[in-house]
C-alpha cells in the first residue's frame, strides 16, 4: 500500500510538471508575439521593461485560468489595438497584408510562364 | 511606345514612395495605436495606506468626471504635474484618483506627504497588471471619464495646456 501511495504522488508530481511545462511553452509562444510599445523592435518576450514585465505577468495569470491563446490576443487587441501583435491576424483591414504577396508570386509566375510558352 | 508606358510607371512608383516616405518624416516616431477601450475595465483593488479593497464599480459610480492618474514616486515626470493636479482637485467639478504603479508603499507615502495629496482615493497597483488592464503604457498617464467610459486619454505628463483641456470639458 505504501509503494502504490509512493507511486501515485510520484506520478502526480511529473503530470503536473508536465502540464506546467506546457504552460511555459504557450506563455513563450504568446509573448514572443506581442509587441513591446514602449520599446523599439524588442518583444515582450526579449524586453525587461516595466510594461513587459507586467504583460508577461497578465498572459501566465490567464494562462493559468485557462484562457486559450485567441482569447488573450483577443483581450489584449481591445485594449492595445492589433499592433500589439507581431502576427497580424486576418480581417478586413489586413486583407492587403496577407494577399499581396501571393498577388506579386502569381503575377510574376504568369510573367514567367508566359515567356517559357513564347520561347 | 512601350517603353514610355514602361517609364512612366517607374516615374509614377517612384513619387509614390517618396510622397510617402516624405509624409513620414513629420511623424512621431513613437507609435501609439488607437484603442478600441472606451468604457473602464472592472477590476478590485487595494487602497493605498488602507487595508481594504474595492470595487472599480463603487469608485466611479457618480455622474461625474472623474480624472484616473497613475503614478509613482519612482517617476520624475509624475512630479512635474503633481502641482497641476493639485491646483485641479481644488475643482469640484472633477474628482481625481490614484494609481500608484509599482511602488514602494514608504515612498509613495513620502511623495504625498511632500507635494500634497490631490486624490480623493489612492488605489495600489503593485505588479503593473491592473494599469494593463486600463491599456495603459506606463506612468504617468491620465484617464478623463465621465458616466463609465473614457473621454480622453494623456499618455506622458500633464500640462497647462492640457489641464485647460481638461478644464474645457468639465465646465
Same mark, same amino acid.
Given at each position: ?14 503530470? &503536473?510538471?508536465?502540464?506546467?511545462? #506546457? ?9 514572443? %508575439? ?6 523599439? +523592435?524588442? &518583444?515582450?518576450? #526579449?524586453? #525587461? ?31 492595445? +489595438?492589433?499592433?500589439?501583435?507581431? #502576427?497580424?491576424?486576418? %480581417? ?15 503575377? +510574376? +509566375? ?6 517559357? %510558352?513564347?520561347? | ?171
Amino acid at each position: 500500500m505504501k509503494l502504490l501511495n509512493f507511486f501515485l504522488i510520484i506520478l502526480i508530481l511529473f503530470s &503536473s510538471n508536465f502540464l506546467r511545462a #506546457d504552460e511555459i511553452k504557450l506563455e513563450k509562444e504568446i509573448t514572443k %508575439n506581442l509587441r513591446c510599445l514602449i520599446c523599439q +523592435g524588442q &518583444s515582450v518576450y #526579449d524586453s #525587461d521593461s516595466e510594461f513587459a514585465i507586467s504583460l508577461k505577468l497578465i498572459v501566465k495569470n490567464k494562462i493559468n485560468e485557462g484562457f486559450t491563446e485567441d482569447q488573450i490576443y483577443k483581450s489584449l487587441i481591445e485594449k492595445y +489595438g492589433e499592433w500589439i501583435l507581431y #502576427d497580424p491576424q486576418l %480581417n478586413k483591414n489586413t486583407y492587403f497584408l496577407w494577399f499581396l504577396p501571393i498577388l506579386i508570386f502569381l503575377f +510574376g +509566375g504568369a510573367i514567367i510562364l508566359k515567356k517559357i %510558352n513564347k520561347h | 511606345m512601350r517603353n514610355r508606358i514602361i517609364y512612366s510607371l517607374i516615374v509614377i512608383f517612384f513619387l509614390f514612395v517618396f510622397v510617402i516616405l516624405y509624409k513620414g518624416l513629420s511623424n512621431s516616431n513613437l507609435y501609439t495605436p488607437k484603442a478600441n477601450i472606451k468604457s473602464i475595465p472592472e477590476f478590485s483593488s487595494e487602497i493605498f495606506l488602507k487595508k481594504n479593497t474595492v470595487n472599480s464599480s463603487d469608485i466611479f459610480n457618480k455622474k461625474n468626471y472623474y480624472l484616473l492618474n497613475i503614478w509613482a514616486s519612482w517617476c520624475l515626470p509624475c512630479r512635474d504635474e503633481h502641482p497641476l493636479l493639485i491646483n485641479l482637485s481644488k475643482n469640484q467639478k472633477i474628482e481625481i484618483i490614484g494609481l500608484n504603479y509599482k511602488d514602494n508603499l514608504n515612498n509613495a507615502n513620502k511623495f504625498i506627504n511632500e507635494l500634497g495629496n490631490p486624490y480623493s482615493t489612492i488605489l495600489l497597483d503593485r505588479d503593473g497588471t491592473k494599469a494593463i488592464e486600463w491599456g495603459a503604457f506606463g506612468v504617468p498617464e491620465s484617464f478623463l471619464i465621465y458616466d463609465n467610459k473614457i473621454v480622453k486619454r494623456y499618455i506622458g505628463p500633464l500640462n497647462l495646456k492640457l489641464i485647460d483641456e481638461i478644464k474645457n470639458y468639465i465646465k
